[in-house]
């Protein structure tokens, strides 16, 4: 949501933007496939992946589309930070400039499904494979313009295929993720 506007993608192809009040639809526009993550919106910008592997930033205000970029895969998540949009895909994460969607860097990372991630301050929090771990996967903090992990996190879970890849935040310098352990859910904080 962003002012009194709510702005989501749905699986019948299409992104929404609608009033936060009142429901009202302000405007739909059809992408070229299901999309079946969530979106992200900066500098009146809404970006969009679709499950066909196209990431689309649409204005904000009129929904028109400004561009579009193939990543090549379905992806799982988008962010942005207002000067990029990252899009994970599974293994691959991508950073597209916001104005123009050209890409920046790709790089693999965490090999999850429904991964989350955050950015600000220059920084990318992203889920990182454990070494020696079949599914494991720790937040992992990357450089926004160049992709150079900068800080792996660590921990002494349970199982080494603990996974923390859902709801990443950075709150006060610590990175908060949840994610599965063998003894359930799980709720860490990294600083």
Known sequence: MVGDTVYYGDYDTYVYA??????????RVK??????CNVAVAGGTVFAASKAGVAHALDAASGEHAWTHDVRSEPHVTATDGS???VGTGGQ???????????CWST?????????????????YT??????SE???????????????????QGGFESPDARFYRGTAVVDGAV???GVDEGGISLARFS
């Open 31 to 36: 992408t070229n496939a299901h999309i079946d």
């Open 18 to 27: 609608v009033d936060a009040m009142t429901g009202e639809e302000r405007w």
């Open 108 to 124: 693999t990372y965490g090999d999850t499904n429904g991964i989350g991630i955050a950015v600000g301050n220059g920084r990318v």
């Open 135 to 153: 599914y494991g996967s720790l937040p992992g903090v990357l450089d926004a313009a160049t992709s150079e992990t900068l800080a792996p996190t």
């Open 176 to 178: 908060y993720a949840s």
């Open 84 to 86: 990029h949009v990252y």
């Open 93 to 103: 994460l991508h950073a597209l400039e916001a104005t123009t969607g050209t890409s």
């Open 127 to 132: 889920p990182l494979t454990i070494s020696g």
